[in-house]
């Protein structure tokens, strides 16, 4: 299990950017050579992320790397490039677009013949970025396609466009709209990854200088499930990490629920009254998600 409240977004083409980001307190880093760089800076920020990773203090942040479309041309030599040289500096592919389990299956069988061709001990974990209707369409089967696989990643603004939608919607709210348009994408991306026992994470927000309309957004997928958000700039972090974390006052509760209900089941009682409110093991199950975000985070 890795933390993922705030996932920082990080153009692998910006030297000063990722020297900042490194310094951040976010839980992820991803050096991103797709959307952000442009075609003709491609090979060159391949080079800098690798200098970012292997020269770079990053404490205790998930290092990352958002290859390019798999569909481009430029695919495959990130993946090669990137994994061979950067070594065990990297912890996570980023893999964007896809649309079905065999595009992972592809990237898990490449890595596979890189790491035994090196023999790597450490295995590069993937997270995916769900932002085509394909891949909505496939999402319990792109959950399951892999072993390596650590995350779905909620992609709004590409998956606006593939599904012929306003612009508007991207950041999750639009007048002429009741309720949230991002309510489906998103509760079938939290049960698929819940179900193949790995974490849901929602996309970018692009208006850094909308704090509200962040907070909202990080809301709405916390309250379905999601573990975290990506930032694409520093001020988005701290609004992640306490969006996506339990407060004190919520761990405190949870393990005093849970050492009363063990005392009741020694007792063999299944049931107990706390507060005025019943407790039994189905809010158990729901507290246990709090204490394990608890431990994680030393709390």
């Given at each position: 299990m890795r933390l993922r409240r705030s996932e920082l977004s990080t153009p692998a083409s910006n030297e000063r950017m990722m020297q900042k980001a490194a310094a951040s307190e976010t839980d992820l880093v991803l050096l991103?050579?797709?959307?952000?760089?442009?075609?003709?800076?491609?090979?060159?920020?391949?080079?800098?992320?690798?200098?970012?990773?292997?020269?770079?203090?990053?404490?205790k942040k998930t290092r990352a790397v958002r290859i390019n479309d798999l569909e481009s041309e430029y695919a495959y030599q990130d993946i090669i490039t990137v994994v061979e040289e950067a070594g065990e500096r990297l912890d996570i592919l980023i893999v964007p677009k896809v649309k079905s389990g065999k595009d992972v299956w592809w990237v898990d069988l490449l890595l596979t013949q890189i790491e035994k061709r090196l023999k790597r001990p450490k295995r590069i974990g993937l997270e995916v970025l769900i932002e085509e209707v394909e891949a909505m369409l496939h999402v319990e089967e792109i959950a399951r396609a892999s072993s390596r696989l650590e995350a779905l990643i909620f992609g709004p603004a590409d998956y606006s466009a593939s599904q012929g939608m306003n612009s508007k919607v991207i950041e999750g709210s639009?007048?002429?709209?009741?309720?949230?348009?991002?309510?489906?994408?998103?509760?079938?991306?939290?049960?698929?990854?819940?179900?193949?026992?790995?974490?849901?994470?929602?996309?970018a927000y692009p208006d850094f200088s909308n704090a509200e309309g962040y907070r909202r957004e990080c809301?709405?997928?916390?309250?379905?499930?999601?573990?975290g958000?990506?930032?694409i700039h520093p001020s988005q972090i701290a609004i992640a990490n306490q969006i996506y974390a339990p407060s004190q006052e919520e761990v405190a509760r949870a393990r005093k629920l849970d050492a009363a209900y063990q005392e009741a089941l020694d007792r063999g009682v299944g049931a107990?009254?706390?507060?005025?409110?019943?407790?039994?093991?189905?809010?158990?199950?729901?507290?246990?998600t709090t204490l394990q975000k608890a431990d994680l985070l030393g709390m």
């Open positions: 991103d050579l797709e959307d952000s760089v442009a075609p003709e800076e491609k090979a060159a920020a391949r080079t800098k992320a690798i200098q970012a990773l292997t020269t770079l203090d990053w404490g639009l007048a002429d709209y009741p309720g949230d348009p991002w309510h489906y994408a998103r509760n079938k991306i939290a049960i698929a990854a819940r179900a193949a026992g790995i974490d849901a994470i929602d996309g809301t709405h997928s916390h309250t379905l499930g999601f573990v958000k990506w930032a107990i009254a706390i507060d005025g409110k019943m407790i039994d093991v189905a809010i158990i199950r729901s507290l246990r």
